[in-house]
């Protein structure tokens, strides 16, 4: 597979992932809002970083 091939696969992946997060529910007390983990958003190394795991290993 080449690396643009690879690259586009990726982007189409990541933007299908995108669209199937999950919608943050409203919460119904406030403890557990204090309690809740902060969201992790997602970084622009983190794809470099994942196509360059990909581009390692052989389909």
């Known amino acids: 597979m080449k690396d ?3 690259q ?3 982007k189409k992946t990541q933007e299908k992932a ?3 997060a999950a919608k943050p529910r ?3 007390d406030a403890t557990l809002e204090a ?3 902060p969201g992790t958003e997602d ?3 983190e794809a ?3 196509f360059k795991e990909m ?4 389909f």
């Open 48 to 50: 470099d970083e994942m």
């Open 18 to 20: 995108a669209a199937k």
């Open 8 to 10: 586009k696969l990726l």
């Open 4 to 6: 643009n091939q690879l």
């Open 35 to 37: 309690t809740k983990k």
């Open 55 to 58: 581009k390692r290993r052989e």
């Open 43 to 45: 970084t622009p190394g």
């Open 26 to 28: 409203p919460s119904f």
